[in-house]
């Protein structure tokens, strides 16, 4: 029986992991892929962050998926497994997710092993705020350690001074993966697709549990606030509270990421942001009639009524 491949995408909030999953599925390549897209809160934004309509993407909210989510994955990898013409699974993690359990899928069930193979774990790093997230994050330091492939990225952000000790910071963690600097993850696609990598043995001599551990540790600490609102937004009201915000905020709040309707506009305004970097820009029509707004906030220390009530002061 031939394996379906199956590549994990994985990485820490905002390091770029829908990014290069667009440039997977945009590329002329001639192939079919699945998409399963795991998301921590309950309103889903990656989903509609996927360019491209002809792939099927399958979601899953609130939850780890190494956790809660885990028999959702294996039901759907079940059901994509006997379809016929399919090339790949492409699986996005949450970027709170530690890789581990998730690779332990396609060896602990035996449907999933017998129909599917792990082809990779492939980890965006972002260079600007990697060694921050290295001192605070368990998941950081676990989505390394398991990477087969690395794109180092928003390379066009760090000096090169800074690079090069970022770098080496990561080779000590993992000195066999691959690692690629890249700029919105910009590489030829045979780079991280279809290299047969995913390696057991070196898994088990990094982690000699690794087939039978159950539990891992998360940061109980960060959450997620979700906003949402039918009415238009005024954008220079919406501009002025996300900058002024972010400038107060930015070190508490990892990961800001929207879909956003603006008043007088046709088109779907989509706003990302990794602590105070923040970039917008209008992309996709809307589809009437619905124009809700949704945004998403992940860190610690969130205020949900403060940020709510900033939100409501946007409106047009």
């Not at 599925?25 to 998409?35: D, I, M, N, Q, S």
């Not at 705020?129 to 990225?153: C, G, K, P, T, Y």
């Not at 047969?196 to 898994?203: G, N, V």
Request: aromatic share 4%; hydrophobic share 40%.
């Amino acid at each position: 029986m031939n394996q379906i491949p199956v590549t994990v995408l994985t990485g820490y909030l905002g390091a770029g992991k829908t990014t290069l999953l667009n440039r997977i599925l945009t590329e002329p390549h001639g192939r079919k892929y699945a998409v399963v897209v795991n998301e921590f809160g309950e309103i889903g934004i990656d989903n509609d962050l996927v360019v491209n309509a002809d792939e099927e993407v399958f979601e899953m909210n609130n939850g780890c998926i190494c956790c809660t989510v885990r028999g959702d994955l294996i039901r759907i990898l079940g059901g994509l497994m006997k379809r016929k013409g399919l090339d790949g699974i492409l699986i996005e993690t949450t970027g709170l997710a530690d890789p581990a359990p998730v690779a332990q899928t396609f060896f602990v069930d035996d449907d999933v092993r017998r129909r599917s193979r792990l082809d990779g774990i492939v980890t965006l790093v972002d260079a600007r705020h990697v060694e921050q997230r290295l001192e605070d994050s368990h998941e950081a330091l676990e989505q390394i350690a398991f990477a087969d492939v690395i794109l180092l990225n928003k390379t066009d952000l760090v000096p090169e001074a800074d690079l090069q000790r970022v770098e080496k910071r990561i080779r000590s963690i993992n000195s066999s993966a691959t690692i690629h600097h890249t700029e919105r993850c910009a590489l030829d696609l045979a780079a991280v697709l279809d290299r047969r990598a995913f390696d057991l043995d070196r898994i088990l001599a990094i982690e000699p549990g690794f087939l039978s551990e159950d539990e891992h540790e998360h940061d109980d600490l960060i959450t997620s606030v979700c906003l949402r609102t039918d009415r238009p937004l005024d954008a220079d009201r919406l501009t002025l509270w996300l900058r002024r915000l972010l400038a107060e905020r930015g070190q508490d709040i990892l990961r800001t990421k929207g879909i956003l309707s603006i008043a007088g506009e046709d088109k779907r305004f989509v706003v990302q942001a990794v602590h105070m970097l923040m970039e917008g820009n209008l992309t996709l029509p809307w589809q009437q009639p619905e124009r809700e707004s949704r945004l998403v906030f992940i860190g610690r220390n969130l205020d949900a009524d403060e940020l709510r009530r900033g939100f409501e002061t946007c409106a047009a």
